[in-house]
C-alpha cells in the first residue's frame, strides 16, 4: 500500500568518507504504517528536483524510518547537506522480502550500498527464531559500513574487499564457499547477484538496484524480464527469487 507522508529529520550523518562517495545514515520520524516487509523502499522528494529518489528501508520503528544512501549525484548530495526540516516521502513501495521460505539458517549477502536492506530483514528473521548470518562486500576498508550493526544484533559477519585491505580478500562470492547455508537473501549491484547466482547451491531471492521514474509502476522505466514475462522492478520487485530471473548475456 503506497502511501505519502511528511517526515521530520531527526539526523543526517556521514558512515563513511571514501573518496568514491559518502555514505550517510539519515533518521526521520513519521508515519510508517505503510512500510509491511523488510527490503521495500521509499521515494524522496527533494526540492527543485523532477523525479524522486527511491532508497531502501535499513529500520523501522514505531515513529521512526532509518535509511542509508551513498552520495552519488545532485540528489543524495543535496539530501546530505539537510540536516533539519521536513521530507515528503512515498511509503511502503516495492514487494519486500518474503521470510517464510528462509528455512533456519539464511545467509544475507550485501554489496556496497546493497547492505542496508539487510538490517531490517536481519531483525525480522531473528524475530521468528531463525539464526541468519551475513556477508557483507566492498571494495577498500575506507568504504566499509555496516558491520558493526549486525553484529551488534548477535549475527556473525564475513567481510570482504576486493583490495584485501580488510577481512577476506575478494568476492563475497568466495565467503559465500565457506558458508553454511539453507538459503540466501542478496541485495546489491547486479554484477554480484549475477555472481551469487550462479555460486548459490541453494534457493534465494535477489534484491535489486534500477534506476526509476515514477517508482511505483506507472511508467514502465525500469521492466526487465523473467520466465513469466516483464516485471517492474519498483513494483513488482525490487526482490525475485532466484528462479525466476533471466541475465540477458
Known sequence: MMKQSFFEIVSNEPLTFAPSGQVFRLV??????AITRPGQFVNVKLDGLFLRRPISVNDLGDHTLTLIYKVV???TKQLSAMKSGVLDLLTGLG????TALSGENPVLIGGGVGVP????????????????SVILGFNKKEEIFGEA?????GIPVKVTTVDGSYGIRGFVTDALKETDYGYFYA???EPMLR???KSAVTSGQMS???RMGCGFGACMGCSCKTLTGNKRICRDGPVMKKEEILWED
Open 28 to 33: 526521520l520520524r513519521g508515519d510508517v504504517s
Open 73 to 75: 549525484g545532485k540528489g
Open 95 to 98: 514487494n519486500g522480502y518474503d
Open 117 to 132: 536492506p539487510l538490517f531490517l530483514l536481519a531483525k525480522t528473521l531473528l524475530s521468528e527464531g531463525k539464526k541468519p
Open 149 to 153: 550493526d549486525f553484529l551488534s544484533l
Open 187 to 189: 541485495c546489491g549491484p
Open 195 to 197: 555472481a551469487v547466482w
Open 208 to 210: 535489486f538496484e534500477e
